[in-house]
């Protein structure tokens, strides 16, 4: 019910409403431009879930531009009478929604769309945004570069964490919202342009190949990838636990063939080990793409296959694999839950070490917590399940300090039942999102027996190095 039904009478409001319909309807509200999000406030957009991207893409590498539609269906969660998407740079030649062209306009990252009619809460709709220009390279509150990445290569590659996927296609850009893709980029021939989930066509036409690329698993937009440039790729599969064959398809820059063997030779084995410690894997196909060194400054777990700038050792394969259980399937609720990202991805690789003839998942921790600031600086700075602002979300005690959490669960409840405990977070919030407290509350129902107040309370949210390791 809207707010100005609410102070009106049953029966009046009934009518009110009939008589509003039948006139088009006034009564809706604009969405909000963001979903509160505590760091990044302007992220996602109130009022409507998309449910999928259907982006339709063409680039030109050597004026590096971009053009293109993005078909966005979402379900209004209210009446609305506007909603706004998130989009930086570019642009927008013009918008329709429910096939009619719709008024819009732009405020800062905010596309603000008012539609010909209202649009009904429970309603699935269709957006469509023709846009086009050069994308942006954003800069992150950390400092780090995201959104549209031009490459040494002459090509591009597109990362967006935490908020950079608006450089290149308008969407609901927070991680609460996940929905289904379908991404075709046509590229000049003889180029590869190489995406997230199963390439379900590539065809080559006047001189430009056409890729289209499908996920069929609700993916967050952070997570969405394009790597256009001379890629080589390698298909394969790996039998996972259920007996399924999963298909590989990797991409490698020619600089990047040889010393990226190792990783390509490492993937399954890493996917198994992955399902044996985490659950099934959670989706449809994997690989891994690996960029030229300069291309990015860090790494990222984009679903189904997670980019690498440069060849990645073990440990960073194992990092950015286990992501896909962390953070890809099981998705923060908000930027603030972030730690279970990083804490869950930096666990994973104690545990392979633990598991690979390395040092124990003990052994790291107490070097972390006798010496951790030694090697990071930061390490006490702040308590992991709150950074302290935007700048921070990826900085070591969300990664080494949320690893330290995991590890005193599992010092709490033995090595058996924290298996069984990691197995079923998974399971529970598969192809989800999660909070931190769902987290903590979900450990407490697992082992009622246990008193994980003195956890959450030193490790989780305390400040500064707890007094006791
Ligand atoms: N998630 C990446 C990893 O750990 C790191 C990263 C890249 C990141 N960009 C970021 C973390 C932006 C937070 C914000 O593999
Ligand atoms: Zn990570």
């Known amino acids: 019910m809207s707010r100005t039904a609410a102070a009106v009478p049953a029966v009046l409001s009934a009518l009110l409403a009939l008589a509003l319909t039948a006139c088009g309807g006034v009564d809706g509200t604009p969405g909000g431009p963001g979903v509160r999000d505590p760091y990044f406030p302007k992220a996602g957009n109130g009022g409507y879930d998309v449910r999928h991207y259907a982006l339709d893409l063409s680039y030109n590498p050597a004026e590096r531009h971009l053009a293109g539609t993005a078909e966005i269906t979402a379900r209004a969660g209210q009446d609305l009478s506007a909603f706004d998407l998130d989009l930086s740079g570019l642009d927008v030649d013009r918008v329709e929604v429910e096939g009619r062209p719709a008024r819009f306009s732009r405020n800062g990252q905010e596309l603000i769309v008012r539609p010909h009619d ?3 809460a429970g309603e699935t709709f269709r957006t469509v945004v023709h846009y086009s220009g050069t994308p942006r390279t954003l800069t992150d509150p950390d400092g780090s570069e995201e959104g549209w990445l031009p490459t040494a290569g002459g090509g591009a590659l597109a990362l967006g964490e935490p908020t950079g996927s608006m450089a290149w296609f308008p969407g609901n850009h927070h991680p609460s919202d996940k929905a289904a893709y379908d991404i075709r980029v046509s590229v000049p021939e003889g180029t590869e342009a190489v995406s997230n989930g199963e390439l379900a066509e590539r065809r080559t036409t006047g001189g430009r190949t056409a890729f289209h690329w499908r996920t069929a698993e609700p993916m967050a937009t952070y997570l969405a990838t394009l790597a256009i440039g001379d890629y080589t790729l390698h298909r394969s599969t790996v039998r996972t636990a259920a007996g399924r064959d999963l298909p590989v398809l990797s991409a490698v820059v020619p600089s990047e063939s040889g010393p990226a063997e190792e990783a390509l030779e490492r993937l399954p084995e890493v ?4 399902e044996d410690t985490f659950g099934p894997y959670p989706f449809s196909s994997t690989g891994v793409i690996v960029a030229g060194e300069g291309d990015a400054g860090y790494a990222l777990e984009t679903q189904y296959r997670p980019v690498f700038p440069g060849a990645p050792g073990t440990g960073l394969l194992v990092h950015e ?3 896909q259980w962390f953070g890809d399937s099981v998705t923060p609720e908000s930027w603030r839950d972030m730690w279970l990202n990083e804490g869950f991805a ?6 392979w070490e633990e598991e690979h003839g390395g040092d124990s998942a003990q052994e790291t921790f107490d070097a972390l917590y006798d010496h951790g600031e030694d090697e990071y600086e930061d390490l006490w700075s702040f308590p992991p399940a709150e950074p302290s602002g935007a700048a921070h979300i990826s900085d070591e005690p969300v990664y080494s300090r949320g690893a330290m959490v995991l590890h ?7 090595d058996t039942a924290f298996r069984d405990l990691v197995r079923g977070w998974t399971a529970k919030h598969r192809h989800g999102n999660a909070d931190t407290d769902d987290f903590t509350s979900y450990v407490e129902r697992t082992a009622p ?3 994980f107040t003195p956890i959450w309370r030193d490790w989780l949210y305390g400040e500064g190095k707890p007094e006791h390791p």
């Open 321 to 323: 694999m286990a992501h």
């Open 346 to 351: 930096t666990y994973a690789e104690w545990l």
């Open 118 to 120: 209202e649009l009904d």
């Open 271 to 274: 996917v198994r080990w992955g």
């Open 449 to 451: 027996d246990e008193d």
């Open 408 to 414: 005193k669960i599992r010092q709490t409840v033995g």
